[in-house]
């Protein structure tokens, strides 16, 4: 009978504690918050020696943590945010740069969170997005289950227009809503509630906050105790943001505290490219937009309290596109077959596996310029360890760029005894030079077979987004400042009302819609803007202008005077049928 009774204790034991069993194990892949900011350079915070700039609790954080000391990143943003969330080469997603048509990720690219979502975790994403604004470019198309963002480059500009960094108008899940408060406050705000909203599931929070990027708009107050130390207003409205995003980072972690997820969140932090604005710079070369180190080499930080032992530096070479690989070795959730990634995981130097000199010899890779196509050697780098060829500096904004296959401009740097870049030893290593532009060669092929440097697609005529709105600053094909109409996929045949905003045209005249080798025109009356087509389902170049005299064809000049437009599907024409759109993955 004794036995029995055990018998029976010990199963309700185990059924009592079976519960809890199940509910550390759903518990135990980590959270993971990963903050990403805007033109925050090398030298924007103390720990990196910047004794005017206010970040003790990034100081401290990096201190307790592993500090990532040569970790590298796009020139400027949107290729950046490209790789980050895929772990491929910009190249390779549809990114060119970061306007005019270049910075449309393919919708068919598959992001971090849409593993991770695939593997149990909750996905927000707080902040600006910047890898296109239309279906199915969109964060909520591409894995992101709650989202709150801003679009385009920064808050106020094209196609966010007449906003503002203090109560902006926001994208949340969709829909356009007015929010109260400074932009970093809201975004990080909405960050903490996500986090607490449903404890049963693991959480991905994507942070990439818009400061310190321009405009510039902050509280006076903020800035005036930085101009008493003697700053230049530029720079005390830069150090004023990021002395605000340090107390929201603090707000944050004070949050995890509370609700005990602070020990098994892997919380990563970095910046997008190097500094905008010359400023302290930690002994770097140059800035945003260079391939120098100034505009590439940027902070990273990490923890996981549980199973990172922090207090450590490690300077072996990484870089963005290793983010995504990192992430999925840290919560066990495997990349699909077919799916191929540039990154490789860093969780084995995170961890303490492996010692920094065993880690593999490897070469990183980093172009970006102006332009829809990229050229060979055209303000580009190719990295090792200890060795940099640069290639022709300075080109970022030569669209005209013409490079020489045979004597390319090429600089070489030992990075282990010349970081700030001052010694081109070029000339006295040919070898090595020769070796490195043959890798960086092969690199540029290989990255150009993935799409052939075609950005990504806006489709229209599809439920998911109806109507939509095109951008001509933003997203139309722009050759040498001239934008030359927007590449769509319409997905189907029949009737599209286009509301085109005129701006100054405000007079009589005619909508003009080139469309498959075809001009369509519409006459409107002073003040109206927009007129129904026909237009039938295919992918190709679709034109919308603004003709004043409707004797005369709409000259290139025009294309300057008119704004963007909305494309709304109405239904199918009297002979059109009505397919179904569908986003195809990859």
Known sequence: MNRIIAIFIGLLTVFAVAPRLMGASKSSKPNIVLILTDDQGIG????????????P???RFAREGIQLTRFYVSPVCAPTRAALLTGRYPYRTGIIHTSR???????????????????????GIFGKWHLGENYPMRPQDQGFDETLIHTSGGIGQPPDEDNSYSDPRLWKNGKHVQTRGYCTDVFFDAALEFAGADRKRPFFIYLPTNVPHTPL???????????????DDTTA???????????????????????????????????????????FNAGLRDRKAAVYEGGVRVPCFAQWPSQLRGGRSIDRIAAHI??????????????????????????????????????PERTLFIQCHRGLTPKLFQNAAAIQQRYKLVMS?????????????????????????DSGEQRDLAGQHPNIVRKLRGEYEAWFADVWRSRRFTPGIIHAGNDAENPVRLCRYQDATW???????????????GRYEIALRRKEATGPGRIVVSWQGRALSQPVAAGENRAVFTLAAAQGTLDVVFAPDEHLPPTPANKNLEGDLDVRYLGPSATSPEPTGKKKRR
Do not use: C
């Open 393 to 417: 500096p300075g080109t970022f904004n030569r669209e005209d760029f013409e490079p020489s296959p045979s004597q390319p401009v090429v600089e070489l740097y030992d990075m282990e005894t």
């Open 101 to 123: 048509g270049g910075a449309k990720m393919h919708g068919d690219e598959v992001t971090v969170a849409e593993l991770l979502r695939g593997g149990g975790y909750r996905t």
């Open 322 to 359: 290793d983010v995504l690989p990192t992430l999925l070795d840290a919560t066990g959730v495997r990349l699909p077959a077919g799916i191929t990634i540039d990154g490789t995981s860093l969780l084995p130097l995170l961890r303490g596996d492996v010692e920094p000199a065993a880690w």
């Open 217 to 231: 708009e902050v509280p006076d107050a903020w800035v005036e105790p930085f101009r008493r130390l003697g700053l």
């Open 237 to 279: 409205r830069i150090y004023a943001m990021l002395k605000n995003l340090d107390d929201n980072i603090a707000r944050l972690l004070k949050r995890l505290d509370e609700l005990k997820l602070r020990d098994n969140t892997l919380f990563m932090f970095l910046t997008d490219n190097g500094a905008q604005q010359n400023r």
């Open 479 to 493: 050759k040498f400042s001239q934008p030359h109409g927007w590449v769509v996929n319409i997905e189907r045949s």
């Open 44 to 55: 924007d915070v103390g720990i990196h020696g910047n004794d005017k700039i206010q970040t």
């Open 57 to 59: 609790v990034l100081d």
